[in-house]
């Protein structure tokens, strides 16, 4: 634990403020929250699977399903990188030109489909 502002380590604790643990510099008084640290274990690539899954429309709990890795450390990735590339990260993102053929053949699939079910 270091103090955001002048990070020295010399922190006490003072009390909860919505849940969350409140701390106090002792060297420059000032009060801070606990932030949240994602474990530092996963490679570079790793964490770029799992933006790529939220880029994608991947809720968090599902990467946490599918990569194995927990949801508050997937949210706190895609801060910390929207941070660096707020533009990389707009909720509307553009698909693919192929994806968007998909998806007309699906819904044309689908008219024909229905068209011919009805009697
Ligand atoms: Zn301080």
């Not at 429309?57 to 707020?86: D, S």
């Not at 968007?100 to 024909?112: I, M």
Request: hydrophobic letters at 25%; proline letters at 5%; glycine letters at 10%.
């Amino acid at each position: 634990m270091q103090c955001p502002d002048c990070s020295s380590t010399d922190i006490s604790k003072n009390g909860r403020q919505r849940g969350k643990q409140n701390y106090l510099c002792k060297a420059c008084r000032r009060q801070f929250i606990e932030t949240y640290d994602p474990p530092s274990g996963y490679s570079e690539a790793f964490k770029q699977e799992c933006l790529k899954l939220y880029l994608n429309g991947m809720g968090f709990r599902a990467i946490e399903r599918a990569k194995g890795v927990h949801h508050t450390t997937a949210i706190t990735w895609v801060k910390q990188t929207g941070q660096l590339l707020p533009d990389a990260y707009e909720p509307d993102v553009t698909p693919e030109v192929g994806e968007l053929d998909e998806l007309e053949t699906f819904v044309g699939s689908k008219k024909t489909k229905s068209g011919s079910g009805q009697w």
